[in-house]
């Protein structure tokens, strides 16, 4: 009886553990868009960008010599049941003269992605009140 509690107490833990720990900082992935583009948090231009999971749901989106950070958001994670080669992106729409936000990024060679987590108005006007 003794052991069969220490040894189902060790699972719970090993399992506690294994659902609390945060997956680790991912390599940075070049991203380069030939227009402006929408991000939570910045409006970047035409270039290349580094997008780098810094954390658990967390990306950070720096310059490619990583001397500029343009912006570090939330996002909510996305399922795909095919994996590409490529990296995808969806995009938002938006009106012809603003830049189109990024939905959704399924990062090459993996099932799920990041959904993009922007801010509404009404978020905006309770921060500033």
Not at 78 to 101: C, L, M, Q
Request: proline content about 8%; charged content about 15%; glycine content about 4%.
């Amino acid at each position: 009886m003794k052991r069969t509690l220490v040894v189902a107490s060790a699972i719970a833990l090993l399992v506690t553990a294994c659902l609390a720990t945060p997956a680790t900082a991912a390599e940075p992935i070049k991203l380069t868009f030939s227009g402006s583009i929408h991000v939570p948090g910045a409006t970047l231009g035409p270039g290349t960008y580094l997008f780098t999971p810094i954390a658990l749901r967390v990306i950070q989106v720096t310059s490619t010599d990583h001397k500029t950070l343009y912006t570090t958001f939330m996002t909510l994670p996305r399922y795909r049941a095919e994996i590409t080669k490529e990296n995808v992106i969806v995009f938002g729409e938006a009106p012809i003269d603003v830049s189109p936000p990024i939905n959704i990024w399924f990062p090459a060679y993996e099932h799920f992605g990041h959904e993009f987590v922007y801010e509404t108005a009404n978020q905006r006007m309770l921060a500033t009140n």
